[in-house]
């Protein structure tokens, strides 16, 4: 079950209340690059080649969608063209805030990978078979998503029963 519509407000008050000290130590962390630390475009290629900004720009613009239609189920006076202008003015920020997390996940790649892995890693992503699969990979996230929400469901239906078990065995007075 999705809760986007309490989540993704506050998940992303968060987000942009971290903004200016993980600049911070982005800045000091790329001030302690060694020789061996891939350079900033380089990361920035392989963030590209491999879909990472193209699978964050997915999961927001999911949480976007359910906004809008909450939005739209809660206000229902509201004209259609309205919450079209609404979407289209939340793409653009969309694309503002994926070019700030891509400059957040720079420092992780260079905290993580070498120069040499970069550049292989790089290699793997310029072929067109690799490409091929990147692209396929928000269609197939999309698809595993089910999978995800019915375990998320099974794992917390069982430990609800479980924490239910066990406490009614403290209240009997039985040691667990």
């Not at 690799?130 to 089910?146: H, K, N, S």
Request: proline share 6%; aromatic share 4%.
């Amino acid at each position: 079950m999705r809760h986007h519509s309490t989540v993704f407000p506050l998940a992303l008050c968060l987000w942009l209340t971290t903004l200016a000290p993980m600049a911070a130590a982005a800045a000091q962390a790329k001030d302690m690059a060694g020789p061996d630390t891939p350079p900033d475009a380089a990361v920035r290629e392989y963030i590209d080649l491999f879909g990472y900004r193209e699978m964050l720009e997915l999961g927001v613009r999911q949480q976007l969608a359910a906004v809008v239609e909450l939005v739209r189920q809660t206000r229902p006076e509201l004209q259609p063209g309205v919450l079209e202008r609404l979407r289209t003015e939340l793409e653009g920020d969309v694309r503002v805030e994926s070019e700030r997390g891509v400059a957040e996940m720079v420092p992780v790649f260079q905290r993580r990978l070498s120069r040499q892995d970069v550049e292989y890693l790089i290699g793997v992503g310029r072929d067109p078979r690799m490409r091929r699969i990147v692209a396929l990979q928000p269609q197939i996230a999309t698809d595993l998503e089910g999978i995800g929400e019915r375990l998320n469901e099974a794992v917390t239906a069982r430990a609800g029963q479980r924490i239910q078990e066990r406490l009614r065995q403290l209240r009997q007075g039985r040691e667990l």
